[in-house]
């Protein structure tokens, strides 16, 4: 992945694109079932718009330095992640098993990422494998 960060880039930004249609046209739609209210989910579809733009702009104009904007998009996901989870508490009286479900996923994917692109972005190339 080091040597290709565009793919680093896209994936983060598909993935952000997946959570903008889920969050903002599939579990609002299902508001009783997951039990966040639908303002929040559209706060949290907002900021997927934000990512998914940073990380399509990165992948598309960002030749230099690429390590330190992925450090960036991956501080914004560890982010997400963090408010999400205060979310969750906030709303805890309202949300549903599924909810807790799929949020507990989402989060659990998205940290998987996290980890990926801060080893990614601090990877040494002229390291030797052993």
């Known amino acids: 992945m080091a040597s290709n960060p565009k793919l680093m880039f896209l994936i983060d930004g ?5 959570s903008v249609f889920l969050l903002g046209f599939v579990l609002v739609q299902l508001e ?20 998914t733009i940073y990380s399509f702009f990165c992948a598309f104009r960002i ?3 690429w390590r330190s904007f992925l450090k960036i998009i991956a501080f914004f996901n560890l982010s997400y992640c963090i408010l999400t ?4 508490l906030f709303h805890q009286d309202d949300i549903t098993t599924l909810g807790v479900i799929y949020f507990l996923l989402e ?24």
């Not at 598909?14 to 997946?18: D, E, N, P, R």
Request: aromatic share 16%.
């Open 63 to 65: 030749k230099k330095n």
């Open 85 to 88: 989870f205060l979310l969750l």
């Open 107 to 130: 989060i659990i994917v998205i940290l998987s990422l996290v980890l990926f692109e801060f080893k990614v972005a601090t990877y040494d190339s002229e390291q030797k494998v052993n």
């Open 32 to 51: 009783s079932w997951i039990g966040m209210p639908k303002d929040t989910l559209y706060i949290l579809a907002g900021i997927a718009v934000f990512f």
């Open 14 to 18: 598909f993935g952000a694109l997946l």
